[in-house]
């Protein structure tokens, strides 16, 4: 198996635009994960999926972040209009199950800059 | 309070020492622990599961303190490839996986 697939592994913006991020779970798992790492708040869950239905959102920031699920092979994180403090890693996630950190693993994650 | 909480370190060990991490947790309720490893500019991976009675896999001890709230990795003879951020992790409320901010250490020869 590939593994979970995330694009794109950089990008760097301005101030003000929109930036889509892209992931690919690993097939057969039902739950998948968006994550965001700074050094000063660590590693912070934003949302996650089940079955393509967002199932808790209280992670996401503020309303310029929004995720979608469309199908099973496809997820994409949206930041509108995209700030400096938006900075960090992004990661993707995927598992059979939500709290089995056995079967969730990480995609590489997407190293996002914000001029 | 972060509901886990970690010494960020860095811990720098020579070649062949042992080393031990603690974590602390506030959520009484969380049931599972996991420690992650994190290689500098990678994605976290699960190093091993926490389980009550402790646990061990080679050179790595996990130990739960239920009591204290507390939660331990030992890394016995050190290697260089040892080197990299160790994730403390507790299931939390709904079912999600909190982070700790990590640990890092450096194993050197």
């Known amino acids: 198996d590939a593994g979970v697939i995330q694009s794109p592994r950089h990008e760097v913006t301005e101030m003000g635009q929109e930036v889509t991020l892209r992931c690919k779970p690993i097939?057969?798992?039902?739950?998948l994960f968006w994550y965001r790492q700074t050094m000063m708040r660590g590693l912070e869950l934003l949302i996650y999926?089940?079955?393509?239905?967002?199932?808790?959102d209280s992670g996401m920031p503020e309303d310029r972040f929004s995720a979608k699920m469309p199908n099973a092979s496809f997820s994409t994180l949206k930041i509108q209009p995209s700030e400096p403090r938006d900075s960090a890693v992004y990661f993707c996630?995927?598992?059979?199950?939500?709290?089995?950190?056995?079967?969730?693993?990480f995609g590489p994650g997407t190293r996002l800059t914000v001029l | 309070r972060k509901e886990v909480e970690q010494d960020p370190g860095p811990f720098n060990v020579p070649e062949g020492a042992t080393v031990a991490f603690n974590c602390t947790y506030s959520n009484s309720a969380s049931q599972s622990f996991f420690w992650y490893r994190q290689d500098c500019r990678k994605e976290p991976k699960l190093l091993m599961s926490?389980?009550?009675s402790g646990n061990e896999d080679g050179r790595f001890t996990a130990q739960l303190n239920r009591a204290s709230q507390y939660i331990s990795l030992l890394i016995r003879d050190s290697k260089l490839s040892d080197s990299a951020t160790y994730l403390c992790v507790a299931l939390g409320y709904g079912n999600k996986l909190v982070f700790g901010a990590g640990t890092i250490l450096r194993v050197k020869s």
């Open positions: 996630a995927s598992s059979l199950a939500p709290g089995l950190a056995d079967t969730q693993y």
């Open positions: 999926f089940n079955n393509n239905v967002p199932i808790d």
């Open positions: 926490v389980y009550s």
């Open positions: 097939s057969g798992h039902d739950y």
